[in-house]
């Protein structure tokens, strides 16, 4: 693809995919009880398509490994990531089993993963657990980002105050190369995920999800009423990635939100992908 300006939905679920759930309509009702999601399940190439439409290059597929088992499974997502370019897989591990969370993070790196997600109070952690330092370690050798969920959270029995993005802040200080994603921008602790992404290196914000009226609305109202066009460009022009939130949020819509800020193109461009690029370390997109 020779387009200058790649763009990169860093943050899909691809939780009702059909390729993803194989066939398994126990999987399927476990991905509604869990994520509460209505969606019907459709072929990969459906979303493929809407991808497309949004102009969107490439995106970033999330697993999750949950109570009730990885949503998606890994296994099914490593097989998508390997016979579609256009997605990059980040895969669901809970850490908190020492040297087997550590193996299964090798061997998922191995098979083409290019990150890891991580949601702690569904999966029974808090980010700053010392018991966790060993997997952060290794990942942090790897050279893979950890996304994190910051921010609101819809999921039954997760505590909102568990998902304070400054909950990742002994992560950061205790590993400084880890590279380290914030989901939803830790809305509603904007001003906080912000700070942590100005003052650490190796800190990222993802712009995903809508808690508030429409994307233009809730994406407006980040950027140009909390933060200001401003702040964004001096301070974080070089630390947000465009994310969606699909299925809960289209990724045209997201597009169209992102577009309707007002800020440099340059700014714009690396929001929209030039920042991921660098942080996945992809080549020619
Ligand atoms: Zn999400």
């Given amino acids: 693809m020779s387009r200058l300006t790649p763009k990169i939905d860093f943050h899909v679920h691809p939780v009702i995919i059909e390729e993803a759930l194989s066939g398994d309509r126990r999987l399927e009702e476990t991905v509604r009880e869990v994520y509460h999601i209505g969606t019907a399940v459709q072929p990969l190439d459906a979303l493929a ?29 490593a097989a998508i990531i390997r016979e579609n370019r256009m997605f990059i897989g980040f895969a669901g591990i809970n850490p908190t089993k020492g040297d087997e969370s550590i193996d299964e993070l090798e061997n998922l790196i191995s098979q083409g993963f290019r990150g890891v997600k991580l949601y702690p109070p569904l999966q029974g952690f808090r980010p700053g ?12 050798q790897l050279n893979v980002p950890i996304l994190f969920h910051t921010g609101v959270s819809w999921i039954k029995n997760v505590k909102l105050g568990e998902c304070h993005p400054l909950e990742v802040e002994k992560v ?3 590993f400084p190369a880890l590279k380290v994603v914030l989901a939803h921008m830790g809305f509603p602790w904007v001003w906080e995920a912000a700070m942590m992404a100005v003052k650490y290196e190796n800190v990222y914000l993802d712009l995903s999800g809508v808690f508030m009226g429409t994307p233009k609305e809730h ?3 980040v950027l140009t009423k909390l933060l200001t066009p401003g702040f964004v460009s001096r301070f974080l022009a070089d630390k947000i990635l465009f994310g969606s939130d ?4 289209e990724p045209f819509k997201m597009v169209e ?13 690396k929001i929209m992908g030039l920042n991921a690029v660098k942080l996945l370390g992809l080549g020619e997109v």
């Fill in 49 to 77: 398509k809407m991808l497309r439409v949004a102009g969107i290059d490439k995106a970033v597929l999330l697993s999750i490994d949950t109570p009730r088992g990885c949503l998606p499974p890994n296994d099914s997502l």
């Fill in 129 to 140: 657990d010392k018991r966790l330092y060993g997997f952060y370690e290794r990942v942090q």
């Fill in 172 to 174: 950061v200080t205790s």
């Fill in 219 to 221: 994406i407006s109202y």
């Fill in 246 to 249: 699909w299925p809960r949020i």
């Fill in 257 to 269: 939100a992102v577009k309707s800020i007002p800020m440099e193109k340059h700014v714009f461009d």
